[in-house]
């Protein structure tokens, strides 16, 4: 997968852009504030229809831009020799997304037509914060490769909030746990597809980062992650019908408590997983080197998944990447850059790079413009 080139015109302080890529390396380096950033988060709306730093569109229009009428983004991407033209544009009232022209109903709908990995300084949150941003990991990677996870997903999320409701407002319903049966049923059948998928790509993912950290890490250590259900799900492998039925009961379980906390307590959306190094958990033992560490290598391990699932590479963004590892781990890094994969970096010193890497095409950013070297 190769992303050819792109165009940006009033996002943040990006007033235009034209730039054209090349299939390797490619680094976006200045000082801090100019604008690098700015030009990933733009492209990866491509990838997902969503900011990775912004709840609404209105943190991405630029201020004080008298003549504003649009945010625009075009890109074109070759996938499998063929090519696609991308377009994002959006303002204060609305958005519009088309690929080939042809215009999109549903932002997931892009899910999957630019496979990409990201990571930022925030992916460090993945060990130290909340079960939520690594559920959310897990669906971005599994949505980008299946089109019936993300289906199911759906599903699930829509029957879930429909069971919250009964829970919460017809709690006095004599007859409530026989209306919720149906709703059971469903979540029970989607539900059970979600984690096993998640279980079985992060036992894949466990292998393939435990590879990776090995690479970057000076130590001797074994890396692992390691899924979290919201019941017990019994020995590997688990069958998808026996997870169903388990599911199914663990509903019917629950439904005292449900009842009392007015929201459902298991199920995919109360799962999680944990970074486990020499089996103790990363996030309470171990240090941020690790941590960073821990990350990268999973990022590193997601590319090759993506690649195993779908046959192609995905695009590799890595934002501020260096400013925190030590020179032997930078190093290190920059060696295993996962070969093949399109990449962009961005960095303020260019010459943390270009002592390791020879990069195949180089753009400075200052004040949102970007010059190419």
Same mark, same amino acid.
């Given at each position: 997968m190769?992303?050819?080139d792109?165009q940006?015109?009033?996002?943040r302080?990006?007033?235009?852009?034209r730039?054209?890529?090349?299939p390797?390396?490619n680094?976006i380096?200045?000082?801090?504030a100019?604008?690098?950033?700015?030009?990933?988060?733009?492209?990866y709306?491509?990838v997902t229809?969503?900011?990775f730093?912004a709840?609404?569109?209105?943190?991405?229009?630029?201020?004080?831009? !008298?003549d504003?009428?649009?945010?625009v983004? *075009?890109?074109?991407?070759?996938?499998?020799?063929?090519?696609?033209?991308f377009?994002?544009?959006f303002?204060?009232?609305?958005k519009? /997304?088309?690929?080939?022209?042809?215009?999109?109903r549903?932002?997931?709908? #892009?899910?999957g037509?630019?496979?990409?990995v990201?990571f930022?300084p925030?992916?460090?949150?993945?060990?130290?914060?909340?079960?939520?941003?690594?559920?959310?990991f897990?669906?971005?990677?599994?949505?980008q490769?299946?089109?019936?996870?993300?289906h199911e997903?759906?599903?699930?999320d829509?029957?879930?909030?429909q069971?919250?409701?009964?829970?919460k407002?017809?709690?006095?319903?004599r007859?409530?746990?026989?209306?919720?049966a149906?709703?059971?049923?469903?979540?029970?059948?989607s539900?059970?597809?979600?984690?096993?998928?998640?279980a079985?790509?992060?036992?894949?993912?466990s292998?393939?980062a435990n *590879?990776f950290?090995?690479r970057?890490?000076?130590r001797?250590e074994?890396?692992?992650?390691?899924?979290?259900?919201s019941f017990?799900?019994?020995e590997?492998? /688990?069958?998808?019908?026996?997870? !169903?039925?388990?599911l199914?009961?663990?509903?019917?379980k629950s439904?005292?408590?449900?009842?009392?906390?007015g929201?459902?307590?298991?199920?995919p959306?109360r799962?999680?997983?944990v970074?486990?190094l020499?089996? *103790?958990d990363?996030k #309470?033992?171990?240090?941020?080197?690790?941590?960073? @560490?821990?990350?990268?290598?999973?990022?590193? @391990?997601?590319v090759?998944?993506?690649?195993n699932?779908?046959? !192609?590479?995905?695009?590799?963004?890595l934002?501020?990447?260096?400013?925190e590892?030590?020179e032997e781990?930078?190093?290190?890094?920059?060696a295993?850059?996962?070969?093949?994969?399109?990449c962009?970096?961005?960095?303020?010193d260019?010459k943390?790079?270009?002592?390791?890497?020879?990069? !195949?095409? /180089?753009?400075?950013?200052?004040e949102?413009?970007a010059y190419?070297q």
């Amino acid at each position: 997968m190769f992303l050819e080139d792109v165009q940006i015109l009033n996002f943040r302080n990006i007033r235009e852009m034209r730039l054209e890529f090349a299939p390797g390396l490619n680094v976006i380096y200045g000082p801090n504030a100019q604008g690098k950033t700015n030009l990933i988060e733009a492209i990866y709306m491509l990838v997902t229809g969503r900011s990775f730093r912004a709840r609404s569109e209105r943190e991405l229009v630029p201020w004080l831009v !008298e003549d504003y009428e649009a945010t625009v983004i *075009r890109a074109t991407v070759t996938r499998e020799g063929v090519r696609d033209r991308f377009l994002m544009s959006f303002n204060l009232t609305q958005k519009y /997304v088309s690929v080939n022209g042809e215009p999109l109903r549903r932002l997931g709908e #892009l899910l999957g037509r630019i496979n990409a990995v990201l990571f930022t300084p925030a992916e460090l949150n993945l060990i130290r914060g909340i079960p939520q941003g690594r559920r959310r990991f897990m669906d971005l990677c599994l949505s980008q490769v299946s089109h019936r996870y993300l289906h199911e997903l759906q599903r699930f999320d829509r029957v879930l909030r429909q069971r919250n409701v009964l829970l919460k407002q017809h709690r006095e319903r004599r007859d409530l746990a026989n209306e919720l049966a149906p709703y059971n049923l469903q979540l029970a059948e989607s539900g059970a597809f979600i984690m096993l998928t998640r279980a079985n790509a992060l036992a894949a993912l466990s292998e393939l980062a435990n *590879r990776f950290f090995a690479r970057v890490s000076a130590r001797d250590e074994f890396l692992q992650l390691k899924y979290l259900p919201s019941f017990e799900i019994g020995e590997e492998p /688990v069958a998808l019908a026996a997870l !169903e039925a388990g599911l199914l009961e663990a509903l019917a379980k629950s439904f005292r408590e449900d009842l009392l906390r007015g929201a459902t307590s298991v199920g995919p959306h109360r799962d999680d997983f944990v970074f486990l190094l020499n089996e *103790r958990d990363a996030k #309470l033992f171990g240090s941020q080197g690790q941590q960073r @560490a821990c990350v990268l290598a999973m990022k590193f @391990a997601e590319v090759e998944y993506i690649h195993n699932q779908v046959g !192609e590479l995905p695009i590799l963004f890595l934002d501020d990447l260096m400013s925190e590892l030590d020179e032997e781990r930078r190093r290190a890094l920059l060696a295993n850059l996962p070969s093949g994969t399109q990449c962009f970096l961005t960095t303020t010193d260019l010459k943390l790079v270009n002592d390791a890497l020879k990069p !195949e095409r /180089v753009f400075r950013v200052q004040e949102g413009r970007a010059y190419p070297q």
